[in-house]
């Protein structure tokens, strides 16, 4: 019950006889592949539900015997059963500038670890539709604030929880200060609501914008307007 149908994994099972000759009359046996080959034993006339079957390997071996009593070579099919859902993956932001924890970052990778062995890897931005990642690496190109969900499918189509990153892609992080006229000390007792009050009027200050590159680009020559 996954989507790829040819590799034999499946959280559910529902069994189906093919190319049977009319009236011939089918036998089945199931075996644990632990248990090795087959070496005759008894046959049965259908095969078990799945809520009698636990997790594993398992060989089934099909018979026909027609209406002239002619009996066929078994012949055999091989599938795994697993109902178990896989562990969450972790997501590691590369997150760079001077805070490494602030959820801010020109980088834009995420690497993805704690996948398990042939699972395909899925990810989505806020309500975007599932796509599949490469490579165990999510990387987002333009700016903006990004909500990541991110899932892994096994083989057999198991699906995990979802984990998620919040984070902010910017090429460049502004910072500021206010100082008084002097552009050394900070101002205090002063909120911007009351700029142009009575009590701040023969008041000056220096507004202090500098600004981080996250992006390795150049930042020179601002041009800033107020």
Do not use: C, M
Request: aromatic share 8%; no cysteine.
């Amino acid at each position: 019950n996954d989507d790829n149908n040819d590799d034999n994994y499946t959280n559910k099972v529902s069994f189906a006889t093919a190319d049977v000759e009319e009236g011939a009359n089918v036998k089945y046996q199931i075996k644990s592949i632990d248990d090795g080959e087959f070496e005759g034993g008894n046959w049965v006339d259908s095969l078990p539900d799945q809520k009698d079957l636990t997790d594993g390997s398992y060989t089934i071996w099909t018979k026909q015997t027609d209406i002239a009593g002619n009996t066929h070579e078994p012949t055999k099919f091989n599938f795994t059963l697993d109902t178990l859902r896989p562990y969450a993956p972790k997501l590691i932001l590369k997150d760079n500038g001077e805070d490494t924890n602030d959820r801010v970052t020109g980088d834009g990778r995420i690497n993805i670890e704690g996948t398990e062995k042939e699972a395909t890897l899925q990810y989505k931005n806020g309500n975007g539709a599932w796509t599949e990642v490469k490579n165990n690496t999510i990387e987002v190109k333009d700016n903006g604030r990004y909500n990541i969900e991110v899932q892994q499918v096994d083989l057999a189509g198991n699906i995990s929880d979802v984990e998620s990153i919040e984070f902010a892609k910017r090429d460049l992080v502004f910072t500021h200060r206010l100082l008084e006229a002097d552009g050394i000390t900070e101002a205090n007792q002063l909120e911007i609501a009351s700029w142009g009050s009575k009590a701040d009027k023969n008041r000056q200050y220096v507004l202090e914008i500098s600004a981080e590159s996250l992006a390795d680009i150049a930042v020179e020559d601002l041009d800033l307007k107020l």
